[in-house]
């Protein structure tokens, strides 16, 4: 059983940048979801994705926006970067139909944002 | 709405001493909590959860946590702890009936010092 892969593992952008980070989720699962986790702090709800719909979403503005494939993989897109974006970014996938909260975490994507 | 509160930013204690990582939760509706664990440089690891029935539940590793909702806690314990051990955890909350976003603590560092 293959684990969640994410995409890449530590990346350095500046200020105004896009980036894209990317998440393929445990073989038979249909529900991705991204958590932000700052340094010291515990993972924030970004959004998540089920069927390739958006189903529910954080305190995050626009510019963090998501997509879902059919394979149920999952991308991460955050425009104009602020030094505050910052972060481990978490990619965790789930079956929604499953147990409840069982989240199976990536090793996550280091952002920092110069 | 839901929060999390983990009452010890930092944990130091001896080699086969037991240990207690203390988690409190606010919420207007009922919750499943949860404690997970995160590793250096990895993802989080569910270590147990509690959904319904009974208040003390075990989890891998040989942790187990207490479900007291009078005092809307779920804390942490391990009796013998093992170098190994040191890691970031985080008590987490799941409202019930919504989808899988988990509102996490900020997380307690447990140093296992031989």
């Known amino acids: 059983e293959t684990g969640v892969t994410q995409s890449p593992t530590h990346l350095i952008k500046t200020r105004g940048q896009q980036v894209t980070l990317r998440c393929s989720s445990q073989?038979?699962?249909?529900?991705v979801s991204w958590y932000q986790q700052a340094l010291g702090q515990g993972p924030q709800f970004i959004f998540q994705y089920y069927r390739e719909e958006e189903n529910g979403r954080g305190n995050f503005p626009p510019r963090f926006s998501g997509l879902q494939f059919p394979n149920y993989s999952s991308e991460l897109n955050v425009n104009a970067l602020e030094l505050d974006d910052s972060a481990l970014y978490l990619c965790?996938?789930?079956?929604?139909?499953?147990?409840?909260?069982?989240?199976?975490f990536g090793e996550g994507s280091r952002l920092t944002v110069l | 709405a839901q929060s999390v509160t983990q009452l010890d930013s930092q944990v130091p204690v001896f080699e086969e001493a037991p240990v207690e990582l203390r988690c409190n939760y606010s919420s207007s509706v009922s919750v499943y909590l949860f404690w997970y664990v995160q590793y250096p440089n990895q993802g989080l690891q569910l270590l147990l959860k509690y959904l319904s029935g009974s208040t003390l539940v075990k989890g891998i590793n040989g942790f187990e946590a207490e479900f007291n909702k009078s005092q809307t806690s779920f804390h942490l314990r391990k009796p013998s702890v093992h170098i190994s051990d040191t890691a970031e955890y985080f008590c987490?909350?799941?409202?019930?009936?919504?989808?899988?976003?988990?509102?996490f603590g900020k997380g307690t560092k447990l140093t296992v010092n031989p």
């Open positions: 073989s038979g699962h249909n529900t």
């Open positions: 987490a909350a799941l409202p019930q009936g919504g989808s899988e976003k988990l509102v």
């Open positions: 965790a996938s789930s079956r929604l139909a499953g147990v409840a909260g069982e989240l199976f």
